[in-house]
């Protein structure tokens, strides 16, 4: 799926959309992801200025709105839904992600159970594990 196609399932937009493409999709089983790091990224003017780093919640961000898309395909599509978070555990940063790095999203369902989802998700650069997180989301009717 390219970026057009992912925007489709996700209500972001830059900056805050996370996922550039979508290399693979199991619905109910998995999703891989890439996103992108570019100097041009506005957080890295302040985080850190000098020695610019991906924050750490922004990568889990990452993973969650590729878990979204894996939701939306895994048959909760529909107009006026939307996913949020509920809890994240076991978070853990490994690595520093940089400007230049493509962040590869690993997710896998967990669980599903009505409306709640629990996911697992890695973050990988260059096959090295940058972060990995276990969190759960809802997907509900938007709030108007």
């Not at 962040?103 to 998700?121: A, C, M, N």
């Amino acid at each position: 799926m390219n970026i057009t196609e992912i925007m489709q399932y996700l209500p972001h937009r830059y900056p805050f959309l996370l996922v550039d493409r979508i290399v693979d999709v199991q619905p109910g089983q998995s999703i891989v992801a890439i996103k992108n790091v570019t100097f041009n990224e506005p957080f890295f003017q302040g985080h850190f200025p000098g020695q610019p780093i991906m924050p750490g919640v922004l990568i889990v961000e990452a993973m969650a709105q590729a878990a979204g898309v894996l939701a939306f395909r895994s048959g909760m599509e529909g107009n006026g839904k939307a996913v949020y978070f509920m809890s994240i555990e076991k978070a853990k940063f490994r690595r520093p992600v940089v400007p230049g790095d493509q962040l590869r999203l690993e997710i896998k369902i967990l669980q599903q159970r009505g409306t709640v989802w629990k996911f697992s998700g890695s973050a990988t650069v260059d096959g090295k594990l940058a972060s990995e997180a276990d969190f759960t989301a809802m997907v509900t009717d938007k709030e108007i």
